[in-house]
């Protein structure tokens, strides 16, 4: 999604209102966040509908966020595949990656992991971190393929290189096993950056169950 400064709000707004596509979705984006705007998801919502109408796909994977989140409307998890899978269709990543999030959870719709594993490969060749590490999962859990923990780990690698934070923490957990942790905290210290304060409290109790006291000192550091 594209970023925009302060001084910038009123031209995306006008821009929005002209009916330029890739403005409404930064506009929508904007109100979803609350970002130099009073955060109205409602609103947001509107403005990625309006943008979906007129063929924005980037504007039909948000509609799917929305009814996905519950984010300015009732949360709706089937309404949510159909847009998604409209997004990846059209050969948007972010949109393989949220369909197969959803089919993955089994959360209101069918749970169907082989055709994930699908998306998740269509995202992946496209340069999809988040997919990528995904499918590091899949490798590493034996979802649907043969278990192998070394594609699973050139799997986190990819996506820690590339800058997704739960990339970075998967990859650090293969090189504290292999006894790298040297590695593993140069990787671990680079989560933070990014990385959502539910899932760094998540990560925090975990590696605080390391034996490796230098592991147990980041996840103190995590705590302060």
């Known amino acids: 999604m594209l970023q925009v400064e302060e001084e ?3 031209m995306v707004r006008a821009a929005a209102m002209r009916g330029v596509h890739q403005a409404q979705v930064l506009y929508g984006q904007m109100l979803l966040d609350g970002k130099h705007v009073e955060r109205n998801p409602s609103a947001a919502l509107h403005w990625f509908e ?35 899978r409209k997004a990846a269709e059209r050969g948007l990543d972010w949109g393989m990656y949220n369909l197969a ?11 169907d992991k082989v055709e994930a594993y699908h998306w998740l490969r269509r995202a992946a060749d496209l340069g999809h971190e988040k997919s990528i590490n995904l499918l ?24 820690a290189v590339t800058g997704d934070f739960r990339g970075q ?39 605080a169950s390391y034996e490796q006291r230098e592991v147990r000192d980041f996840a103190d550091t995590l705590a302060a």
């Open 8 to 10: 910038s709000y009123e």
């Open 50 to 84: 309006r943008a979906a109408q007129g063929g924005d796909v980037m504007a039909v994977n948000m509609v799917g966020r929305c009814l996905d989140q519950g984010w300015g409307i009732a949360r709706n998890a089937t309404l949510a595949e159909r847009w998604f």
């Open 136 to 159: 590091g999962g899949f490798y590493e859990d034996g979802w649907v393929v043969r278990q192998d923990r070394a594609t699973a780990r050139e799997h986190y690698r990819r996506a």
């Open 169 to 207: 923490f998967n990859y650090a957990r293969f090189l504290i096993e292999e006894g790298d942790l040297l590695g593993a905290l140069y990787w671990l210290r680079k989560v933070p950056e990014t990385a959502t304060p539910a899932f760094l409290e998540k990560m925090k109790v975990f590696l």
């Open 101 to 111: 999030t959803l089919l993955i959870l089994g959360e209101g719709v069918a749970q």
